[in-house]
């Protein structure tokens, strides 16, 4: 990750991995965004909607 081009992108694919590999084992997930980056909480939370 931290030869990443663009690390914010990384980070929300991988939490975007995990969210698909839980959704069967978990009622919910808990966001918290980095440093008040609510763009980031808002990508995986429409991802989570569309699954």
């Given amino acids: ?3 990443s081009k663009d ?9 975007l991995e995990i969210v698909e590999s839980i959704k ?3 009622s919910g997930i808990y ?3 980095p440093f008040d980056r ?4 808002i990508e ?5 909607h569309i699954l």
């Fill in 1 to 3: 990750m931290a030869n």
């Fill in 7 to 15: 690390q914010k992108k990384e980070g929300i694919e991988i939490a």
């Fill in 24 to 26: 069967d084992m978990a």
């Fill in 31 to 33: 966001i918290i965004p």
């Fill in 38 to 41: 609510y763009d980031i909480a």
């Fill in 44 to 48: 995986i939370i429409r991802f989570c």
